[in-house]
């Protein structure tokens, strides 16, 4: 790559940052937007990214840049933040599908509730939401500057573990993770959300 890489913190206006949400979440998504349209599932992540106050606003994201190009991005925060963003992430989603979130949410209690109540992470780490690169931003080292980045905000913000998830159907991404430091701590069998936690001791 010809362009210096950079992290910074992520753009409400980024053409990219819903797109890598939607990618780091994949068929999470349409649980949590009730929908398995995908423009519907675009706009709604898109408003989510604008927004604040959300687990998928850019407020808690960085990414990875060359030039004016986004390569990736990653959300992190203590997972006491993220836990206090379930609620007001629920209510913004129902503001911006109204009924037909209602609807779907009547059809499907038992896998909204699944995720509302997983345990990601635990009170004393700082932890890892989402990770994604763009296609063509791969094999480049760039997830594991991503990574790096986040080990530092958790360093700063003086915690000593940092955690993630990652499906269980993601053996490539499990690796990298165990290559940098990460160990499985625990497993997340809720329904069809299939998870291994790893944590890392920074």
């Excluded at 913190?9 to 819903?18: I, M, W, Y």
């Amino acid at each position: 790559m010809s362009k210096p890489v950079r992290i910074e913190e992520a753009s409400p206006h980024s053409r990219v940052g819903a797109k890598l949400n939607i990618m780091a979440i994949e068929s999470m998504a349409k649980t949590i937007v009730g929908s398995d349209d995908p423009a519907t599932i675009e706009e709604t992540m898109r408003r989510l990214w604008e927004g604040t106050n959300n687990r998928f606003s850019h407020e808690f994201a960085y990414e990875a840049k060359a030039g004016n190009k986004t390569l990736g991005m990653v959300t992190c925060y203590p997972t006491s933040v993220m836990n206090q963003l379930v609620l007001p992430t629920a209510k913004q989603i129902l503001q911006i599908r109204r009924f037909e979130m209602i609807k779907y949410a009547v059809k499907n209690v038992r896998p909204l509730y699944a995720m509302m109540t997983m345990e990601e992470g635990k009170k004393d780490e700082f932890h890892i939401g989402a990770i994604a690169l763009l296609p063509e931003s791969r094999g480049l080292g760039i997830g594991e500057m991503l990574l790096d980045y986040a080990e530092a905000c958790a360093k700063e913000r003086s915690f000593t573990k940092l955690s993630l998830t990652v499906r269980e159907n993601n053996p490539r991404a499990k690796q990298l993770y165990e290559r940098l430091g990460y160990q499985v701590v625990g497993k997340i069998d809720r329904g069809s959300f299939k998870l291994s936690r790893m944590v890392k001791t920074v």
